[in-house]
Structures are given as C-alpha cells and as structure tokens.
C-alpha cells in the first residue's frame, strides 16, 4: 500500500503564494505518475496539474494554468506552486499516484490519494 501525506496549506491572502508538498510511503513506490485535484463542499473533486512518471511531462486546468506549477523530486515528493491566488482557488487540495498510467489528468486513473490540505484565499 502506498500512503500519500499532504501538507503546505493554509489560509492566504489574494494574490499571494503557497507551496503544497505530497510525501509519498509505503512499499517500494516508484516513480508514478502524478497529480493535484481540489473539491469545495458540494462540488465533484477536480483536476488542477498531473506530472508524469519521469517529471518531463505536465498538464494544467485552464483555471490555473500560468499561475501554478507541479513539480517533483525523483519518485517523490511531489509540489504545487501556487501564485497569484484567487478566492476561487480556495478548496481542499489532494494529491493522487497513478500506478499504470504514464501520465494521468482524470479522476478514476489514480489509485492512491491523500487526506488533503485545506487552501484558503481571501479577498
């Protein structure tokens, strides 16, 4: 089993700056493609950055493209630099690992999430 720990969030100011971290452990977790989504209360959890397995290739939402940035270090950890924030960004951030997948922009093709980091902007 692979156990993925968020943290980095917090409460933030409009136009300011965070940096989430995702630690990956557990067995032997190889470099997985990876990825950030966010839900607010009532909303379906959605995409905001994948990164593949070999960190060379990434997506973005439009919502964040440009203002975001998902990197990592080897298999792991795994970040999201976030700027220029907006009170719409505000939401809980999860981080997921996709075990098959070179790289992975939807939902069903993660195997493993984390508890999440909340992320909260204010106007």
């Known amino acids: 089993q692979v156990q993925l720990v968020e943290s980095g969030g917090g409460l933030v100011q409009a136009g300011g700056s965070l940096r989430l971290s995702c630690a990956a452990s557990g067995r032997t977790f190889n470099p997985y493609a990876m990825g950030w989504f966010r839900q607010v209360p009532g909303k379906s959890r959605e995409f905001v950055a994948a990164i593949s397995r070999s960190g060379g290739i990434t997506y973005y939402a439009g919502s964040v493209k440009g203002r975001f940035t998902i990197s990592r270090i080897n298999a792991t950890p795994l970040y999201l630099e976030m700027n220029s924030l907006k009170p719409e960004d505000t939401a809980v951030y999860y981080c997921?690992?996709?075990?098959?997948?070179?790289?992975?922009?939807?939902?069903?093709?993660?195997?493993?999430w984390g508890q999440g980091t909340q992320v909260t902007v204010s106007a």
């Open positions: 997921a690992a996709a075990e098959l997948a070179a790289v992975a922009t939807s939902r069903s093709e993660y195997d493993y």
